[in-house]
């Protein structure tokens, strides 16, 4: 158990519809960063916060947002729902944002768009 | 800029037999490497990194990884392959100086056989 909690586990939607995935760090972890598993794109980073501010954007669509609140758990927020969404939505934390540190990843949210 | 390529898709190997999952990486100055496995249904868990010191690295599970810098390489190796050690792995790089998330490679299926 990697001590980061993501709910829901699944979760079933139609196209343009929205959904909220959430995450939990670590406890004392400060930085949070969101990525997006498909079989055909591997592992795509999202977006990471430190400390509630936003630190670097991946490749995040315009049509998702996330933010982190003052307890430190973290939002993805996903609009519009498309087919091409469906994916597995990881959170990771780490200690600080520094580059030297290994992520602590959930277990993820599996989201279905039909 | 920086980069991690995983040039196997898939390695198979027999068990009890010696493993190693290829990673080569690019980028400015000195990297810092990482190694992830994902078991099926789970989110990625940390394996070992390089940051700096001895070129051979252990991490978990009685895994290692030696960092070649004249071949820009960081291949996972372990001396004796076990049924479980089947997953999928990632090599990750990080710039010293960069933010952000780690560059993932693409991964490597290991399967290995009884």
């Known amino acids: 158990d990697s001590g980061v909690t993501q709910t829901p586990k699944h979760l079933i939607t139609a196209t343009g519809q929205r959904v909220t995935l959430r995450c939990s760090p670590r406890?004392?972890?400060?930085?949070v960063y969101w990525y997006q598993q498909s079989l055909d794109q591997g592992l795509q980073f999202l977006i990471q916060?430190?400390?509630?501010?936003?630190?670097a954007k991946g490749n995040i669509l315009e049509r998702f947002s996330a933010q982190q609140f003052p307890d430190l758990h973290s939002e993805l927020n996903l609009s519009s729902l498309e087919l091409g969404d469906s994916a597995l939505y990881f959170c990771?934390?780490?200690?600080?944002?520094?580059?030297?540190?290994?992520?602590?990843f959930g277990p993820g949210t599996r989201l279905t768009v039909t | 800029a920086q980069s991690v390529a995983q040039p196997e898709d898939q390695v198979n190997v027999a068990e009890g037999n010696p493993l190693t999952v290829k990673c080569t990486y690019s980028?400015?100055?000195?990297?810092?490497l990482f190694w992830y496995v994902q078991y099926p249904n789970r989110g990625l868990q940390f394996l070992l990194k390089?940051?700096?010191?001895?070129?051979l690295v252990k991490g978990s599970y009685g895994f290692e990884a030696e960092f070649n810098k004249s071949q820009t390489s960081f291949h996972l190796k372990k001396p004796s392959a076990l049924v479980s050690d089947s997953a999928l792995y990632f090599c990750?790089?990080?710039?010293?100086?960069?933010?952000?998330?780690?560059?993932f490679g693409a991964g490597t299926r290991l399967t290995v056989k009884p």
């Open positions: 990771a934390s780490s200690s600080t944002s520094g580059p030297s540190y290994e992520q602590y």
């Open positions: 406890s004392g972890d400060l930085s």
């Open positions: 916060y430190y400390n509630g501010e936003e630190r």
């Open positions: 980028v400015s100055g000195n990297p810092y």
């Open positions: 390089y940051i700096t010191g001895d070129n």
């Open positions: 990750a790089v990080r710039d010293p100086q960069g933010q952000g998330s780690p560059h």
